[in-house]
């Protein structure tokens, strides 16, 4: 079983600064790469950021410069440091995994979290 645990979402007045946190468990082999999608009410889920396991970065445009995707690898954790945050940005926060589990055979699959709210407002 694999499981992708996320925290750190909440309440925050616009301008101010949010840390996502998302830790993968279970019988991972490998992880490929992590990200994070979110969903506004009544709007598809789209790609924020992502990271891939040798460190490349992808961000939407809506985010550059003021979000910053890492990981520790150790921990099998990433991680969504979103700062200048504003009102558009109030959404569910998803955590994505691209990985290889298993233990007597391996398999790739794709794993998301259960969201974590994140609201921008006054």
């Known amino acids: 079983q694999v499981q992708l645990v996320e925290s750190g979402g909440g309440l925050v007045q616009p301008g101010g600064s949010l840390r996502l946190s998302c830790a993968a468990s279970g019988s991972i082999f490998a992880i490929y790469a992590m990200g994070w999608y979110r969903q506004a009410p009544g709007k598809q889920r789209v790609l924020v950021a992502a990271?891939?396991?040798?460190?490349?970065?992808n961000y939407a445009d809506s985010v550059k410069g003021r979000f910053t995707i890492s990981r520790d690898s150790a921990k099998n954790t990433v991680y969504l440091q979103m700062n200048s945050l504003q009102p558009e940005d109030t959404a569910v926060y998803y955590c994505n995994a691209d990985l290889l589990v298993g233990t007597l055979s391996l398999i790739r699959d794709n794993y998301w979290g259960q969201g974590t709210q994140v609201t921008v407002s006054s």
């Open positions: 990271i891939t396991s040798g460190s490349s970065t």
